[in-house]
T-cell receptor
């Protein structure tokens, strides 16, 4: 399967804590993207990391990519209640269509 | 810039009917992709249009079709609706074809088939 597998499926933390979610895949990719979805609404793009990049930052978000292990992680530092959402990794193979992973549901308690 | 818009936002149809959903991409974007999201199957790629041509297609039956107009607006049609077609349908626009760049999603159309 070309779909990414995300781990954990669900994560509950307190405000101020860090949240880490992982995405693993099986076939070499062109790029990997992370998206957030709030409660059944549209997805919001967070970060795109290309296969020749190892780490990218955006505000409180840090994404790493290890192509040798075929895995990526998304770290959200100092979580806020507003970060409560589902997070998806999306894989691009040879700049073809995006294939979304299974998602991680993050709950941040105030 | 205005974001991606989708109409209608909610739709209730009866099994056997057909439905047409509309998506207006961000101004200047030529790529529009459609996705179906269900609790059981997650986010699944339907198809992508770029400059009025279908570039990619997912594993959906022929009842699902789409088109793109010269102004990049896109429509998708589902004929002979089945209960299993109940889902959130999302469209996304991008400045280039495929997954090379980030995609900008609309709020979705929630379709309920009864």
């Amino acid at each position: 399967s070309q779909q990414g597998e995300e781990d954990p499926q669900a994560l509950s933390i307190q405000e101020g804590e860090n949240a880490t979610m992982n995405c693993s895949y099986k076939t070499s990719i062109n790029n990997l993207q992370w998206y957030r979805q709030n409660s059944g609404r549209g997805l919001v793009h967070l970060i795109l990391i290309r296969s020749n990049e190892r780490e990218k930052h955006s505000g409180r978000l840090r994404v790493t990519l290890d192509t040798s292990k075929k895995s990526s992680s998304l770290l959200i530092t100092a979580s806020r209640a507003a970060d409560t959402a589902s997070y998806f990794c999306a894989l691009s193979y040879n700049t073809d269509k995006l294939i979304f992973g299974t998602g991680t549901r993050l709950q941040v308690f105030p | 810039k205005a974001g991606v818009t989708q109409t209608p936002r909610y739709l209730i149809k009866t099994r056997g009917q057909q439905v047409t959903l509309s998506c207006s991409p961000i101004s200047g974007h030529r790529s529009v992709s459609w996705y179906q999201q269900t609790p059981g199957q997650g986010l699944q790629f339907l198809f992508e249009y770029f400059s009025e041509t279908q570039r990619n297609k997912g594993n959906f039956p022929g009842r699902f079709s789409g088109r793109q107009f010269s102004n990049s607006r896109s429509e998708m049609n589902v004929s002979t609706l089945e209960l299993g077609d109940s889902a959130l349908y999302l469209c996304a626009s991008s400045s280039s074809s495929g997954g090379a760049h980030e995609q900008y999603f609309g709020p979705g159309t929630r379709l309920t088939v009864t």
